[in-house]
């Protein structure tokens, strides 16, 4: 008697969107991107001018470079950013306000809903991208070539991170790679 094994194997393949739906494409989030981004500035404005904080660093005359620290509205708007994103994405809605605006909805491969912790480190891959850039703020006049150096880096590490939109067949930007998310473009009636 002969007994036959079989074993399994492992293959990764993506699993079938929901009918309807495609990749979420480039301009359709830039433009999503867009919506937020106005939104997010209206929100830290009012924020500024409510509780008092400076928007911008002081002027470099004035810059103890010992005693630097970031301003208070680094802190506020990384904050503003990170829970913007990760409370609309992991809501009902499932998107920003400008990715809803443009019918589009942020999933797993399958399209189920994301986690608030997927959603937040999804926001989060993003964030630290720029993290740099916004660290190094304040030293942006008391030392532009190193400042500048810092800021090409980073710009282009953003732009490769974005464009990668374009150039995938899942329209997948690196934050979405790396937490294993997908932006879906959605026909009005569902969700």
């Not at 981004?37 to 010992?66: C, N």
């Not at 990715?99 to 942020?106: H, I, P, Q």
Request: proline share 8%; aromatic share 10%; glycine share 8%.
């Amino acid at each position: 008697m002969s007994v036959e094994t079989t074993e399994a194997a492992f293959t990764v393949t993506d699993t079938a969107i929901p009918a309807g739906w495609t990749y979420g494409g480039f301009w359709r989030r830039a433009l999503a991107a867009i919506i937020d981004g106005l939104i997010l500035f209206v929100l830290s404005l009012t924020l500024a001018v409510l509780f008092g904080y400076p928007l911008a660093p002081p002027p470099p005359e004035t810059i103890d470079l010992a005693a630097l620290t970031p301003p208070t509205a680094v802190f506020v708007n990384i904050a503003l950013y990170l829970g913007y994103h990760t409370l609309f994405v992991a809501s009902r809605m499932r998107a920003t306000p400008g990715k809803r605006f443009m019918n589009l909805v942020v999933g797993r491969p399958d399209g189920a809903p994301v986690s608030p912790a997927l959603a937040f480190a999804r926001i989060g891959v993003q964030e630290l991208i720029s993290l740099p850039l916004v660290l190094l703020q304040p030293l942006g006049k008391a030392s532009p070539l190193l400042y500048g150096g810092v800021a090409l880096i980073v710009c282009v590490a953003i732009l490769v991170n974005y464009l990668m939109v374009a150039f995938t067949d899942q329209k997948t930007a690196g934050h979405d790679r790396i937490c294993g998310t997908r932006v879906f473009h959605r026909p009005d009636e569902s969700v």
